[in-house]
């Protein structure tokens, strides 16, 4: 009975073993890795021919078994996992006796590959189309147990086994050719692939005559390229074989970038001849990482996010930001944002958002993206920040273009959870520091929080209730470091907020003020205590102080 060409939710076995019984002819593309095999399937081609001579040219080695079968299954694994269609392994003697070959076919099935076809030589064989003399042909017998042994072991009944026919390669003749055939077949291979290294296809279609339909029949044209398809698909045979035109089409087009490359010494006249790198990352599924990421990691996922905001001149540093932002002043041989930047990367915060505004120009810092407040002389902090909007899409830490902090002080705002989470210095706060006459002149953000700093208050929860501007204000327990951590919900809330915020509060508002707006709104802001370990560079002296900061 003729079975119909499977869907592709059956099985890969079910699938190959059905394009042998199909009445139409069918086509196994040559892969020698996962991204040759996703080509393969990707052009419609509804199976792979995993070639022995493309895998082994691939690892830069002979044809001659000089790859393990261990290294051949790793490579075959990589093909099955990349593809939905069946691949035929190019299994060539077996790797050994029968006992090697029963076990090849325990692993493939293992893998996922869908069948495997052995070739009646000896161990290790060369490749069909070099030197004749080097194809001496395995015992018939010994061979038909091979295939026995093979048929024997799989546990999926619709693996295949091709039995590979090198007489007439080796020089044999028809009549032993069709001796083996049958020999196999009666040892009960699912089909026979009969192989000719002649220019015309005259001995496999005098084969094929002979041999009628007792089992279906594979070529492999490599030699014979010039015959129209349709002498094979009206002689009768099964399925053919493109056998290595992706890793000859390859090695032609590597040969090709490889010699401009050298001889150019510049990418330029490449660049628009090679896939784009968006390609290769759509080839391997980079989309769908994307969005397993969004389905299985913890909601919010961890904060990968920085934003600093950078677009102030900071006037009171005077000639030291005549052309270039506060951010961008040099402390210990690198500007004041590398500083900040290397902090965040070094607690692995990698996606840095820089919020540039006076002398954006000035601001050529690397690994950071831009946006720009172009209304920074007459705008405020928020202002700023709703310029980052579209980055407050999942959690992210806001920090300020001018103030420096170690990296624990990013760590334990990391580790703590919540939606809004600050970092508060209690040192500021405490009497000694109230007693410095510098507080007083000094312009900071003092935070009120739900209780001082002590050492009950590392396993509490602690609140802040309000930000306050006078230093003498009660409640004071210490001051802001300039430190915000958002999760995704709490950035999402602030977004909606700033796209609220008038044009007049967008002029004026701070960021504490947005802390107060949201401590006003009944939203929990958790206190991450710290003693030291952040500067706010706003005069000389701090730029000074600055550098042994570091
Ligand atoms: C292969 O592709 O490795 C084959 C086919 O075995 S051939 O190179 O034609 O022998
Ligand atoms: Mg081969």
Redesign the pocket.
């Known amino acids: 009975m003729v079975q119909p060409l499977a869907k592709p939710t059956t099985k890969k076995t079910t699938r190959l073993k059905a394009m042998l019984g199909a009445p139409s002819l069918s086509f196994l593309m040559?892969a020698h890795n996962g991204l040759s095999a996703k080509i393969a399937e990707e052009a419609g081609f509804e199976g792979i021919?995993g070639?022995?001579?493309?895998i082994s040219a691939a690892l830069g080695v002979r044809?001659n078994n000089e790859a393990s079968w261990t290294q051949v299954l790793e490579v075959v694994e990589f093909m099955a996992d990349a593809t939905s269609v069946p691949i035929l392994l190019?299994g060539d003697t077996g790797y050994g006796n029968f006992n090697s070959a029963r076990r090849l076919v325990m692993k493939l099935e293992q893998r996922g590959v869908a069948g495997v076809c052995m070739e009646d030589k000896i161990f290790p064989k060369t490749?069909?189309?070099l030197r004749s003399t080097a194809q001496p042909l395995a015992d018939m017998e010994e061979f038909a147990g091979k295939i026995r042994a093979a048929k024997e072991a799989q546990r999926d009944d619709a693996f295949v086994v091709v039995a590979r026919v090198e007489a007439l390669i080796a020089g044999h003749g028809m009549v032993e050719a069709l001796k083996r055939g049958e020999a196999y077949r009666k040892a009960g291979a699912d089909a026979v692939l009969i192989?000719s290294r002649e220019r015309h296809p005259d001995e496999i279609l005098q084969f094929k005559k002979e041999w009628g339909d007792r089992l279906p029949l594979v070529i492999?044209p490599?030699k014979y390229y010039t015959t129209p398809t349709d002498v094979f698909r009206e002689a009768g045979f099964k399925i053919v074989i493109w056998?290595?035109h992706l890793m000859r089409s390859a090695l032609t087009a590597m040969q090709a970038t490889a010699k401009q490359i050298f001889t150019a010494q510049t990418l330029i006249g490449v660049e628009e001849k090679v896939a784009p790198l968006a390609e290769v990352f759509r080839l391997q599924g980079e989309s769908e990482l994307e969005q397993a990421e969004k389905a299985y990691l913890p909601k919010g996922g961890p904060v990968a996010r920085g934003i600093v905001l950078a677009a102030g001149r900071g006037d009171e540093l005077g000639e030291l930001t005549r052309d270039r932002p506060k951010a961008m002043v040099p402390i210990a041989g690198k500007p004041l944002l590398e500083h900040i930047l290397d902090a965040y990367r070094s607690a692995n915060v990698r996606e840095l958002v820089v919020v540039r505004g006076f002398a954006k120009s000035a601001v050529d810092v690397q690994g950071a993206s831009f946006v720009d407040n172009d209304n920074y002389a007459s705008t405020g902090e928020l202002a700023s920040l709703a310029c980052a909007k579209a980055s407050l899409d999942g959690p992210c830490i806001v920090s300020y273009g001018d103030v420096l902090f170690k990296r624990y002080v990013l760590d334990e705002l990391l580790e703590t959870e919540g939606d809004f989470v600050v970092a508060v210095d209690s040192i500021a706060a405490e009497p000694a520091a109230d007693a410095t006459p510098a507080k007083a002149a000094r312009k900071a953000d003092w935070a009120a929080c739900s209780e001082p700093h002590s050492r009950k208050t590392l396993l509490a929860n602690v609140l802040l209730k309000d930000m306050l501007t006078d230093p003498t204000s009660p409640g004071i327990t210490g001051e802001w470091t300039g430190l915000l951590k958002m999760s995704g919900n709490g950035a999402k809330a602030v977004r909606e907020l700033l796209g609220t915020l008038s044009e007049k509060e967008l002029a004026t508002a701070s960021v504490p003020d947005l802390l107060r707006r949201l401590v006003r709104e009944g939203r929990e802001v958790k206190v991450v205590y710290t003693r030291g370990g952040w500067l706010d560079v706003d005069t000389l002296g701090d730029v000074l102080r600055g550098s042994s900061f570091q």
């Open positions: 040559e021919w070639s022995g001579l493309s044809d190019d490749n069909s189309f192989h492999v490599t056998a290595n």
